[in-house]
């Protein structure tokens, strides 16, 4: 199958590659940075280097793909976060159309069944509405999780703090995904069949916030490791101190307080089942391995 995706040196969209190249596809990988091309052609896939808000570049990459594969690559500069995802998927929604391209794979989040109150998810929502109107294009968003991945950034604050924390609860239950796990199902879905607009779950685990952090502590030698509730005010200054913007920040606060509701991962619970296969307990390996190579 020839078969184009962005991201491909992502998290997500490294796995992904190795995945259909070893199974025999045809690839081209998208990728803003010139820099990335040898690296993507090492790995055997074709480089098309040029910009996802560049609707002719993307349309040249779409045209001639069996399926393709999008997700709205992270960019921390923007003044309205949520509107460069939403602009982002109209992007691609104009390139899809006009490339000739008749199924694609989406990379969307978990809660993007909401509109509003999920912070830069709602960003998302608008990606998969707009793509939805595509006739005749069958869609298939995939909804993951929280990337298993963002407890990296913790290790720095249980170093200088003996903590970890967020402005929602130790009991509030969350569901968690591997990059990995995703890439799996990213490329089932690829290579697959689907007909229609639909969306489908990407779950590794699901656990207390407090088990979680048990699991983690424990492998780096802090069993007893807290989690402390912040407060809104708190957040929102760490993240600045960290480069993010006051609008970013505000985001991720907001998502914060649908984490903490359940609102989040309302949808995913009427259809429960985890799908992925790695467990947070298998990922702890990794975090100890990160957190014990930043001493």
Known sequence: ????????????????????????????????????????????AKAAIGSVSDVN???????????????????????????????????????IKKSGVKRVVNLS???????????????????????????????????????????????????????????????????????????????????????????RYVVSDELKVIDAVKLLGTAVGKPELPWVELSDEQLKAGMIAGGMSEAIANLYVEMGHCIDSGALFEDFHKQPHLTGKIRLKDFATDFAAVYNAQQ
């Not at 020839?2 to 190249?21: E, M, Q, S």
């Not at 069996?66 to 309205?80: A, G, K, Q, R």
């Not at 069944?113 to 998810?121: C, D, E, F, V």
């Not at 720095?156 to 130790?170: E, T």
């Open 1 to 44: 199958m020839k078969i184009t995706i962005t991201g491909a040196l992502g998290n997500v969209g490294r796995p992904l590659t190795d995945i259909l190249l070893k199974n025999g596809n045809e690839i081209t990988a998208i990728s803003n940075d010139i820099s990335k091309a040898k690296e993507i052609e090492a790995l055997g």
């Open 109 to 199: 989040s978990m809660g993007a069944h909401l509109s509003t109150g999920n912070g830069p998810i709602a960003g998302l929502h608008k990606v998969e509405q707009t793509l939805n109107t595509l006739d005749g294009i069958a869609i298939k968003h995939l909804r993951p999780g929280l990337f298993y991945i963002n407890f990296f950034f913790d290790i720095a604050v249980i170093r200088s703090m003996g903590v970890m924390g967020n402005n929602y609860g130790p009991e509030t239950t969350i569901a968690m995904a591997h990059p990995k796990d995703i890439a799996a199902i990213a490329a089932q879905e690829l290579q697959g069949s689907f007909e229609g607009k639909g969306n």
């Open 57 to 95: 570049f993307l349309i040249k990459a779409f045209q001639g793909a069996d399926v393709i594969f999008t997700m709205v690559p992270p960019n921390w500069t923007v003044s309205d976060y949520v509107q460069y995802i939403a602009d982002t998927g109209a992007i691609y929604h104009d390139a």
